[in-house]
């Protein structure tokens, strides 16, 4: 097998995510397992997938990862990988389920902003960390591989968020803010629950505390740190309301004609049950640039950027109408597209708790007033998926065997002829 690319090197393409994915598929199994928690560095990942920033933006699904990899390995053999893919459903529809904890941290977010616009101790503290300056050495050299790479292997994102916390003992807030404000795989749920993790807040109690041996050991003795925390003490807040279930949506698009929304939310507009409808119209929109009320990085627009262009592109061919890109969406110009297409309904796959989720229920009764429906598609991954993740992961892990016989993941069904055209393409990206 050839070697693996660098994760400075992220083409904003479905082929290419596909090529990383037929590249890595040899190392799903136990390989995977065995591997999967030494960050060897920015320029050799050939011991994780790196797929993450395309999974984000489903430039390739969790769906069509899962049933190639188990095409290949036992479900046994490919148990931590496949694990890991549920991770991302897990945490999605945790905060689907529980969406004050974006509120609140949006809240304390907003206000420790302010504070570092106000200057003293706490700004310079602030921007030592932010800017790779804390005499830490592993620390700082994350961050510079994060403000260059737009990524960080994901042992090394648990370290970075733990001395964060409980060394340099900054509000996770900011430094949830922080990390994804640059992740070209920044994706609202993941980001905030694995902070909230670390700091003792999603699993009461149980925080994770960056030790010198343990990084040395895992990032193969290139850092031996010096000053870390020896206690990590869990944050407190008060309790959350129950979980209740996820808002509405439709499981397929309804009969009749329609405009295609495409957003940052799921970029392989392909495979979305939309057999019913007839779309005359597409349109793509992201809202990354929302993310923060600090400046996003440069890497993740760009990744935003052109990932939304190759799904507009892929999609005017497979739908046979040509797609246009919007740098807003506003109920009045939709609706005016839309009267002039002959259209009442604009589909969109569905927008979890984030920015883009924040901007579509804004244009829903908008859109309504001028007697247009905004219908979100949820794929069925998500709704068998979300429903156990109410509480912690185990009560999703044990049902992992029974979910994918659902979704007939390793099956021929599942759009093999789709599947090979666009494995043929990603051939050109390897």
């Known amino acids: 097998m050839s070697k693996p690319p660098s994760s400075r090197i992220f083409l904003p393409m479905r082929a290419a995510g596909l090529a990383r994915l037929a590249e890595f598929l040899p190392a799903a ?30 430039l390739v699904t969790e769906r069509e990862v899962l049933d190639r990899v188990l095409r290949r390995h036992s479900l046994e053999a490919a148990e931590k990988f496949v694990q890991e893919v549920f991770w991302r459903g897990y945490f999605k529809g945790h905060l689907e389920t529980r969406p004050e904890i974006w509120s609140r941290y949006q809240a304390a977010l907003s206000g420790q902003q302010a504070a570092v616009g106000e200057g003293g101790g706490f700004a310079r503290a602030y921007r030592k960390a932010v800017e790779g300056r804390t005499g830490i050495d592993c620390f700082d050299a994350w961050v510079e591989e994060l403000r260059e790479t737009g990524y960080l292997h994901n042992h090394t994102r648990m370290w970075l968020a733990s001395i964060w916390i409980f060394t340099l003992r900054l509000p996770w807030e900011l430094g949830a803010d922080f990390t994804f404000r640059h992740f070209i795989d920044g994706d609202p749920a993941s980001n905030t629950l694995s902070w909230r993790w670390v700091g003792g807040l999603h699993t009461r109690g149980k925080t994770y505390l960056a030790r010198p041996d343990n990084i040395a050991e895992h990032t193969g003795g290139r850092f031996r740190p010096k000053g870390l925390a020896r206690e990590a003490i869990a944050l407190e807040e008060p309790p959350l309301p129950a979980a209740k279930p996820a808002r509405p949506a439709d499981d397929a698009a309804p009969a009749g004609p329609a405009l295609l929304l495409l957003t940052e939310e799921d970029l392989h507009p392909e495979s979305l049950p939309l057999a019913s409808a007839e779309i005359r119209g597409i349109f793509a929109c992201h809202a990354t640039a929302a993310r923060s009320a600090f400046a ?10 052109s990932a939304m262009a190759d799904a507009a592109t892929r999609a005017s061919t497979h739908f046979g109408v040509e797609a246009e890109p919007l740098q807003a969406l506003r109920a009045d110009d939709l609706a005016r597209r839309c009267r002039a297409l002959g259209v009442e309904r604009i589909l969109t796959a569905y927008a979890p708790v984030g920015a883009m989720g924040e901007e579509l229920a804004r244009l829903r009764p908008a859109l309504a007033r001028s007697g247009i429906a905004l219908t979100e598609i949820r794929r069925s991954e998500d709704a068998l998926t979300w429903p156990h993740a109410t509480k912690g992961f185990f009560g999703l892990r044990e049902r992992i065997p029974d979910l994918v016989a659902k979704l007939g993941i390793g099956a021929e069904a599942m759009q093999p002829d789709l599947f090979a055209r666009d494995t043929r393409r990603a051939a050109a990206h390897r």
Do not use: C, K
């Open 296 to 305: 996003v990085s440069d890497l993740a627009l760009a990744f935003a950027e």
């Open 29 to 58: 199994g136990r390989a995977y397992a065995n591997r999967r928690n030494t960050d060897h560095g920015p320029d050799d990942r050939g011991n994780v997938s790196i797929l993450s920033p395309y999974l984000r933006h489903r």
